[in-house]
């Protein structure tokens, strides 16, 4: 099972919106709704910022807000801010020959 | 609060083994289905098992089916992972996870992370 594809680096400036895209196919984001999305500061443990595509875990900012469609699910982060700056993973479940997989990871920095 | 924390990492020589364990607190343990991924150093994240609360469901990435057996003791509120033959390309950060959505083995979502324990193959 390959890794779902991310863009390796996204950036902007502090108080605008980014967009994060993760793409599959159709027998991991294409055919189910479980697209999770995790924030991962150096030295850290990952953090669940999404999950169902596009529900937001109690204490996760609303500036965080995930969308799909067909085998690309997106993050999007709006008013950004320096905290922001990490790497983020999208995963999905797959019906392939193993349980989930991760996304190949973005790199975002805030300018 | 909800805690996990795993242990037993540290360098070994290719082929051979070691256990990983994960101490959960502070959430019913047996209601969960748990977790581990795994991450290189400087790479990214690689789901590695999971199982179901139960025991009854559990399932591997291809890279360690075979090599690797997850297990837990609900009883000790405690997820194990025993590595056999292991290689180069094992060594990484291993970290538990619990899943978001409750006892089944889904891919869900993974709400809580560990701080993770290394293991380093090396000879």
């Known amino acids: 099972q390959s890794a779902l594809t991310q863009p390796a680096s996204v950036s902007g400036s502090p108080g605008q919106s980014i967009t994060i895209s993760c793409t599959g196919t159709?027998?991991?984001?294409?055919?189910?709704?479980?697209v999770s999305w995790y924030q991962q500061h150096p030295g850290k443990a990952p953090q669940l910022m999404i999950y169902d595509v596009s529900h937001r875990p109690s204490g996760v900012s609303n500036r965080f807000s995930g969308s799909k469609s067909g085998n690309t699910a997106s993050l999007t982060i709006s008013g950004l801010r320096a905290e922001d700056e990490a790497d983020y993973y999208c995963?999905?479940?797959?019906?392939?020959?193993?349980?989930?997989?991760f996304g190949t990871g973005t790199k975002v920095t805030v300018l | 609060e909800v805690q996990l924390v795993e242990s037993g990492g540290g360098l070994v020589q290719p082929g051979r083994s070691l256990r990983l364990s994960c101490a959960a607190s502070g959430f019913t343990f047996d209601d969960y289905a748990m977790n581990w991924v795994r991450q290189a150093p400087g790479k990214g994240l690689q789901w590695v098992s999971g199982?179901?609360?139960?025991?009854?469901?559990?399932a591997y990435a291809d890279s360690v089916k075979g090599r690797f057996t997850i297990s837990r003791d609900n009883a000790k509120n405690s997820l194990y992972l025993q590595m056999n033959s292991l290689r180069a390309e094992d060594t990484a950060f291993y970290f538990c996870?619990?899943?978001?959505?409750?006892?089944?083995?889904?891919?869900?979502?993974?709400?809580?992370w560990g701080q993770g324990t290394l293991v380093t193959v090396s000879s």
């Open positions: 996870a619990r899943d978001k959505e409750g006892g089944w083995l889904q891919f869900r979502a993974f709400d809580y």
């Open positions: 159709s027998s991991d984001i294409g055919g189910y709704n479980y």
């Open positions: 995963s999905s479940y797959t019906s392939g020959n193993t349980l989930g997989v």
């Open positions: 199982i179901s609360w139960d025991s009854g469901s559990i």
